[in-house]
């Protein structure tokens, strides 16, 4: 295991119990717990993005704001769903937030999955073409975002102010971003589509298919076919691959208030249905640090990733997750093969 950092929901409710009660006490919260995870050795602070809903939404503003106050750790998203956004203001946004950050900004970009809203995105002015799907929507405007990044010329210049009809790019442009893009997938076969468009891989803790393995079997299967595919892509560099955990160490009376009855109920894979077909929740990890740390020694698919993302109870305030996170990185994480603030650069 190379990297280990964060998710955050970024879920906020003025109910018993909650220390994000407000939207902005979730936003300077995350701000702060990026802090102390890059004061832990920890290697990123990722948020998670939901429309019309009490949680994490428009992601670029905080990351800059957690960019300014780190100097190390990676900062991004597990995902942004490109069904809502404008592909060129958002490569404006995410070339700023890089060129801030010093080139630290780790995109994750999806189709998205089932929201609050209904055909929410269409509320946002963003319609499927007649006879395209909303998955053919989100993967059209992840072609031209990327080459919009990439500098492609994509708007004629205005020969009265510059002399010329030549294509312009948006700009700015931040050098190294092209290779930071990484689609969030849930199934074997998008998990290829993803390498064939040279994409690094993020896969969570729910997967839209189900064929009776155990969760991290099937992911780890969905990393390989992942791997496969670029091998046969012909790609130069080597991609990365990041999945996500609930991971809960328990040493205080406090965590056993909190999470010591849900080890049972928890600790096994869940299927349902979701969006007409059979989907498998991965379990979360919930006991003695010790007993975790073998567990996620033996997850197939933590460790065939090299990023491994923690989410987090954000609502349980700032102090609680950094003492999650301390407890993760002094206890579990070394079994994992992780040092502090040890990550390569990207």
Do not use: C
């Not at 510059?162 to 190294?176: E, F, I, K």
Request: hydrophobic content about 40%; overall charge negative.
């Amino acid at each position: 295991m190379k990297r280990i950092g964060f998710l955050s929901f970024g879920h906020w409710q003025a109910v018993p119990g909650s220390q994000a009660r407000t939207a902005r006490d979730a936003l300077v919260q995350t701000v702060e717990l990026a802090e102390a995870a890059e004061e832990l050795g920890l290697d990123g602070a990722f948020v998670r993005v939901h429309h019309f809903a009490r949680q994490q939404a428009a992601p670029f503003p905080v990351l800059a704001a957690v960019a300014a106050r780190t100097r190390r750790i990676e900062i991004g998203t597990g995902v942004i769903d490109m069904r809502y956004e404008n592909p060129l203001y958002m490569a404006e946004e995410a070339a700023q937030t890089d060129l801030l950050s010093d080139g630290r900004l780790q995109l994750g970009i999806s189709r998205g999955s089932p929201e609050t809203a209904l055909r929410g995105s269409e509320a946002f002015g963003y319609v499927p073409a007649k006879g395209s799907t909303d998955a053919d929507l989100a993967r059209a405007k992840t072609e031209l975002f990327r080459a919009a990044i990439a500098g492609a010329k994509i708007a004629p210049a205005n020969p009265q102010m510059t002399g010329t009809t030549a294509p312009l790019a948006v700009q700015p442009q931040s050098p190294g971003l092209p290779e930071r893009i990484w689609w969030g997938s849930g199934t074997r076969a998008t998990a290829r589509w993803t390498a064939l468009q040279g994409m690094n891989l993020m896969s969570s803790t729910l997967l839209t298919e189900d064929t009776g393995v155990p969760f991290d079997e099937l992911q780890a299967e969905q990393i390989a076919v992942f791997r496969a595919a670029w091998t046969e892509a012909g790609w130069e560099r080597e991609p990365r691959v990041s999945v996500s955990r609930s991971v809960l160490p328990v040493t205080t009376d406090l965590d056993r208030r909190y999470f010591g009855g849900r080890g049972g109920s928890d600790s096994t894979d869940q299927v349902g249905h979701l969006d007409g077909s059979l989907a498998r929740f991965g379990r979360s990890y919930i006991g003695e640090p010790d007993v975790i740390a073998g567990e996620l020694a033996r997850d197939a698919a933590v460790q065939a990733a090299d990023t491994l993302l923690l989410t987090v109870p954000n609502q349980l305030g700032v102090e609680y997750n950094t003492h999650l996170l301390e407890n993760v990185a002094r206890h579990v994480a070394p079994a994992l093969g992780w040092q502090p603030g040890t990550a390569p650069a990207t």
